[in-house]
């Protein structure tokens, strides 16, 4: 198993995707905090403006499935779908270990390039941001547990959200039907969100057991001890079944 | 010890509502090099990836080294290297970091063994060029050296000279035959080019349209395929007299049927024919013949398309 997570680390290492992905991710996110610590765009009724970190204003962003999707899913489609076409998943099915730990190993590794992109990345970006530019003051006893607790949140619903991607990468095989499946989810969830979850009891029910609002609770400041509870049993049940389906399937799979 | 490396038992693949394969019973020894012949679509890919665990079968089942759980499976792919169908290689990796890749996968310890395997199949100097500025042969190799690196046991190559140049071809024959001398590792080699097999396989499986047709030895296989010359007269035990005290042979054979078989003179046919009938014989047949695998196989196929 740890054979397998170094070999899936060096890939990583290797993968052009991520590191465009890093880069892009990085200016995007530096951008928008500029923008919003110079004043220039002004957002009001955030978590983060409420709690006074109005200079995260930007951050907001992360909370958007559309916005992690296409950070996660991008990397899901040129990380995990890569190995599908240059048919290299032969050569670790060859290679003599489960395929669970195969699946569990690629898992591990996406999640953690998942959570350098989508989490560590613009929070370090507007770390280093707001103190370059002299607002190190916003840093309080407050506001840096608030950080925590909401980026811990966050971080875990990334992890449960990379094991969906996972399946969905593991079942189309093709980084762009990943991408594509992905983008109308998101689509759809918009939808959802909008209409059926204010007009079903049912559906309302299912949408606030799922990560996609849990992500709203992670940065919300006035999130009780239940709710945090709740939040991280949803993330980790949501990546347990997510894991165990997937690996279920890719036991069961058969490579071209 | 287990005798067999490979043993399928009553194997049936099904894709939709085709048999890919049908009630295949492959047996390979411990240090054989098995030529595994067919024509496109036969099954052979669709075996071997049953056999390496990458596809599974509708019925029936694998032996690997003796093991057929699934864990038992799980464990002797370990001891397989294999290229199926086409190279799997990262383009935006190194021949070098290939390997590295696979080493780490594979969990073996020595370093070494990438420089080594390297120089084996000639990419020693490829240096930081990425694999997808390679030549097809030189992924060929690539492929190859990925399926040697863990100094397999049993190598399995599924039609391993496409995209190789004629030396390249030869380069790689020999390597085969060094490992299997050396190494005494059992080697799988799926073709369609049966001339490649021929110079190589010490044993021969023959698929068609997913039955395995024959499994022969090469020493079996050279016998069915001997020139000899097919005579047919009115009497043969005096034929055969005639054979043994005018011309003093002795490698010939008298069938059932009363052809005789005779295997020397075939360059000298006038003197044979000449012996026989100055003995007032009648010659009621008089031909050359013999297969050489292509023929051989292309016989055994086309009778199995004529049924």
Same mark, same amino acid.
């Given at each position: 198993? *740890?054979? @397998?997570? &170094?070999?899936?680390? +060096?890939? /990583?290492?290797?993968?052009? $995707?991520?590191?465009? #992905?890093?880069?892009?991710?990085?200016?995007?996110?530096?951008?928008?905090?500029?923008?919003?610590?110079?004043?220039?765009?002004?957002?009001?009724?955030?978590?983060?403006?409420?709690?006074?970190?109005?200079?995260?204003?930007?951050?907001?962003?992360?909370?958007?499935?559309?916005?992690f999707n296409l950070i996660i899913s991008t990397l899901g489609g040129f990380f995990i779908n890569i190995d599908y076409?240059?048919?290299?998943?032969?050569?670790?099915?060859?290679?003599?270990?489960?395929?669970?730990? *195969?699946? @569990?190993? &690629?898992?591990?590794? +996406?999640? /953690?390039?998942?959570?350098? $992109?989508?989490?560590? #990345?613009?929070?370090?970006?507007?770390?280093?941001?707001?103190?370059?530019?002299?607002?190190?003051?916003?840093?309080?006893?407050?506001?840096?547990?608030?950080?925590?607790?909401?980026?811990?949140?966050?971080?875990?619903?990334?992890?449960?959200?990379?094991?969906?991607?996972?399946?969905?990468?593991?079942?189309?095989?093709?980084?762009?039907?990943?991408?594509?499946?992905?983008?109308?989810?998101?689509?759809?969830?918009?939808?959802?969100?909008?209409?059926?979850?204010?007009?079903?009891?049912?559906?309302?029910?299912?949408?606030?057991?799922?990560?996609?609002?849990?992500?709203?609770?992670?940065?919300?400041?006035?999130?009780?001890?239940?709710?945090?509870?709740?939040?991280?049993?949803?993330?980790?049940?949501?990546?347990?079944?997510?894991?165990?389906?997937?690996?279920?399937?890719?036991?069961?799979?058969?490579?071209k | 010890m287990n005798e067999y490396i490979l043993r399928t038992n009553n194997l049936y693949k099904k894709y939709k509502?085709?048999?890919?394969?049908?009630?295949?019973?492959?047996?390979?020894?411990?240090?054989?090099?098995?030529?595994?012949?067919?024509?496109?679509?036969?099954?052979?890919?669709?075996?071997?990836?049953?056999?390496?665990?990458?596809?599974?079968?509708?019925?029936?089942?694998?032996?690997?080294?003796?093991?057929?759980?699934?864990?038992?499976?799980?464990?002797?792919?370990?001891?397989?290297?294999?290229?199926?169908?086409?190279?799997?290689?990262?383009?935006?990796?190194?021949?070098?970091?290939?390997?590295?890749?696979?080493?780490?996968?594979?969990?073996?310890?020595?370093?070494?063994?990438?420089?080594?395997?390297?120089?084996?199949?000639?990419?020693?100097?490829?240096?930081?060029?990425?694999?997808?500025?390679?030549?097809?042969?030189?992924?060929?190799?690539?492929?190859?050296?990925?399926?040697?690196?863990?100094?397999?046991?049993?190598?399995?190559?599924?039609?391993?000279?496409?995209?190789?140049?004629?030396?390249?071809?030869?380069?790689?024959?020999?390597?085969?035959?060094?490992?299997?001398?050396?190494?005494?590792?059992?080697?799988?080699?799926?073709?369609?080019?049966?001339?490649?097999?021929?110079?190589?396989?010490?044993?021969?499986?023959?698929?068609?349209?997913?039955?395995?047709?024959?499994?022969?030895?090469?020493?079996?296989?050279?016998?069915?395929?001997?020139?000899?010359?097919?005579?047919?007269?009115?009497?043969?035990?005096?034929?055969?007299?005639?054979?043994?005290?005018?011309?003093?042979?002795?490698?010939?054979?008298?069938?059932?049927?009363?052809?005789?078989?005779?295997?020397?003179?075939?360059?000298?046919?006038?003197?044979?024919?000449?012996?026989?009938?100055?003995?007032?014989?009648?010659?009621?047949?008089?031909?050359?013949?013999?297969?050489?695998?292509?023929?051989?196989?292309?016989?055994?196929?086309?009778?199995?398309?004529?049924?």
């Amino acid at each position: 198993m *740890i054979n @397998l997570i &170094k070999a899936e680390l +060096f890939k /990583l290492k290797r993968n052009n $995707t991520f590191w465009v #992905l890093m880069g892009v991710v990085t200016v995007f996110f530096a951008l928008a905090n500029y923008l919003v610590i110079i004043d220039w765009w002004q957002m009001h009724n955030t978590g983060f403006y409420n709690i006074g970190l109005k200079e995260y204003n930007a951050m907001d962003m992360v909370k958007l499935p559309l916005i992690f999707n296409l950070i996660i899913s991008t990397l899901g489609g040129f990380f995990i779908n890569i190995d599908y076409t240059t048919g290299t998943i032969k050569n670790q099915i060859l290679s003599g270990n489960k395929r669970s730990h *195969i699946y @569990l190993a &690629k898992l591990i590794v +996406f999640s /953690l390039g998942a959570v350098i $992109t989508a989490v560590i #990345l613009p929070l370090i970006t507007v770390i280093i941001e707001t103190i370059l530019l002299g607002r190190s003051e916003i840093y309080t006893g407050t506001t840096v547990m608030y950080l925590l607790r909401a980026f811990s949140l966050y971080t875990l619903i990334i992890i449960a959200y990379s094991s969906i991607i996972m399946l969905i990468a593991s079942l189309t095989k093709e980084s762009g039907k990943t991408i594509i499946i992905t983008i109308i989810m998101t689509i759809i969830l918009f939808v959802i969100e909008k209409t059926l979850v204010l007009k079903y009891e049912v559906v309302r029910r299912i949408y606030e057991n799922s990560i996609f609002y849990q992500i709203y609770q992670a940065f919300n400041p006035s999130i009780t001890s239940n709710e945090i509870g709740t939040n991280i049993l949803i993330s980790l049940g949501t990546f347990i079944i997510m894991s165990y389906c997937g690996s279920r399937i890719f036991k069961k799979q058969e490579i071209k | 010890m287990n005798e067999y490396i490979l043993r399928t038992n009553n194997l049936y693949k099904k894709y939709k509502e085709d048999f890919a394969l049908i009630n295949v019973n492959l047996e390979i020894k411990k240090g054989e090099i098995y030529g595994f012949i067919g024509q496109n679509g036969a099954g052979k890919t669709t075996l071997l990836r049953i056999a390496t665990g990458l596809a599974f079968p509708s019925k029936g089942t694998v032996e690997l080294f003796g093991e057929s759980s699934e864990e038992g499976l799980t464990q002797s792919i370990k001891r397989i290297g294999a290229v199926i169908e086409s190279p799997a290689i990262f383009p935006n990796m190194s021949a070098y970091e290939n390997l590295e890749l696979h080493r780490l996968q594979k969990g073996i310890p020595d370093k070494k063994s990438i420089d080594k395997t390297l120089e084996l199949v000639g990419l020693q100097n490829t240096g930081r060029k990425k694999s997808v500025n390679f030549s097809l042969g030189m992924k060929q190799r690539l492929g190859i050296a990925i399926a040697l690196l863990s100094d397999p046991e049993f190598l399995i190559l599924d039609e391993p000279t496409n995209g190789l140049d004629p030396m390249g071809i030869v380069e790689l024959r020999e390597l085969i035959k060094k490992l299997n001398r050396e190494k005494e590792m059992t080697v799988l080699i799926s073709s369609h080019i049966l001339s490649e097999l021929h110079q190589l396989a010490t044993r021969y499986g023959i698929i068609h349209k997913g039955k395995l047709l024959e499994q022969i030895t090469a020493v079996e296989l050279n016998e069915k395929c001997r020139q000899y010359l097919r005579i047919k007269v009115d009497d043969p035990s005096k034929g055969a007299t005639v054979l043994e005290a005018e011309l003093g042979i002795a490698d010939f054979e008298v069938m059932p049927d009363g052809t005789i078989k005779l295997y020397s003179h075939l360059d000298d046919i006038q003197k044979v024919s000449k012996a026989i009938t100055k003995n007032n014989l009648i010659i009621e047949h008089f031909s050359q013949t013999g297969d050489d695998l292509e023929g051989y196989f292309t016989k055994l196929v086309g009778g199995v398309d004529n049924d």
